[in-house]
């Protein structure tokens, strides 16, 4: 069956004493004016329900976490790290990997690894996340504090700045650390760049690799991901059908609205600029392959009075034209005849 990843937090308001963003004497003053209480006051959920004391994320703070330095140098300082941290920790190394045909997760400890596929929707993002979430169900030593390194930056920036908006998967990692909370061990999430040797990055990523169509399968999809991929399928989908209609030999490629539609004023413009586009938007000769006009050419130039003879060449328009042109910024020295 599948499972979709959903927050773990309701989207309800929680009340939180406002007064603390004012000065004691402006606050009172301001609540009086008002005439509410500050416990009246809906707010925006606290951050604080966001904090987890007994997690601690890393991407920045080590020596081995600076990129630029050489990849045999990154190796020694990690491994000197690991050597000073390996025996009151529990160490995890976690990878995803995603291929064309292929999306699958990894985890190894000293003691057990495991890989499994995911849904191919997923987002390389998503699988990372993933892939931690895993690690701390399946391999986490409950008497140990807990050392997980991931090459996934950008996953451990999004748990650092969790919210209420953030990924359903980040939520998801943000309540797995929480639930970890209760065994009163720590947990460290640490960020190891990727193709710097660093041994147990290597294995992760090797294991994740070596996913095949017959690894075990954990279905598992992010609401976002199904979001974008509905989001792409609905873009795909009308331009291979109309690829595959007899229109597209006679219109060729047509710009997407979509591109345009970031300097549209509204709906109705959209429309309008379609409608120019598909060459749908009426004109004489437009209503006279439906046999709705008789008279398809322009009376002024007698050439075909389509959009392209409206907008480009007939003389009829040349001042509001050459006006437009010049607001365009298009160069008006050779302006259409
Ligand atoms: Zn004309």
């Not at 999004?158 to 970890?180: C, D, T, Y």
Request: aromatic letters at 8%.
């Amino acid at each position: 069956m599948t499972t979709l990843v959903r927050g773990t937090f309701s989207f309800k308001a929680r009340i939180r004493d406002v007064e603390s963003l004012l000065p004691q004497e402006q606050g009172q003053g301001f609540f009086k004016s008002l005439n509410v209480s500050p416990n009246q006051i809906i707010t925006f959920p606290k951050a604080p329900v966001f904090q987890c004391e007994i997690c601690k994320i890393h991407t920045s703070d080590s020596d081995f976490q600076n990129k630029a330095q050489p990849t045999a140098i990154i190796e020694e300082l990690f491994n000197d790290f690991i050597s000073n941290n390996s025996e009151d920790s529990f160490i995890i190394a976690t990878d995803a990997s995603k291929s064309l045909t292929l999306t699958s997760i990894a985890c190894i400890s000293n003691q057990h690894s495991f890989v499994f596929r995911k849904h191919p929707i997923n987002s390389i993002f998503t699988v990372e996340a993933l892939a931690i979430c895993q690690a701390i169900d399946d391999l986490s030593n409950p008497e140990k504090n807990l050392m997980i390194l991931t090459d996934s930056l950008s996953v451990l920036q999004a748990l650092k700045s969790i919210s209420i908006r953030s990924p359903k998967i980040i939520h998801r990692l943000h309540h797995k650390k929480m639930i970890r909370e209760k065994s009163n061990k720590k947990i460290k999430l640490i960020w190891t760049a990727g193709l710097s040797n660093i041994s147990w990055n290597e294995k992760a990523d090797f294991l994740a690799r070596t996913a095949t169509n017959s690894t075990p399968y954990l279905n598992c999809i992010s609401a976002e991901d199904i979001i974008s991929h509905l989001q792409k399928i609905s873009i795909q989908k009308p331009t291979e059908t109309f690829r595959n209609s007899k229109y597209y030999d006679s219109l060729g490629d047509i710009p997407s609205v979509v591109s345009l539609s970031p300097w549209l004023k509204h709906r109705r413009e959209e429309i309008t600029i379609s409608r120019i586009l598909t060459r749908m938007i009426i004109t004489p000769s437009l209503l006279h392959k439906f046999d709705l006009y008789d008279n398809p050419t322009c009376h002024k130039c007698n050439q075909e009075n389509d959009i392209e003879h409206i907008l480009l060449n007939c003389t009829q328009y040349r001042a509001h034209r050459i006006k437009l042109w010049e607001k365009l910024q298009i160069d008006t020295q050779t302006p259409p005849s």
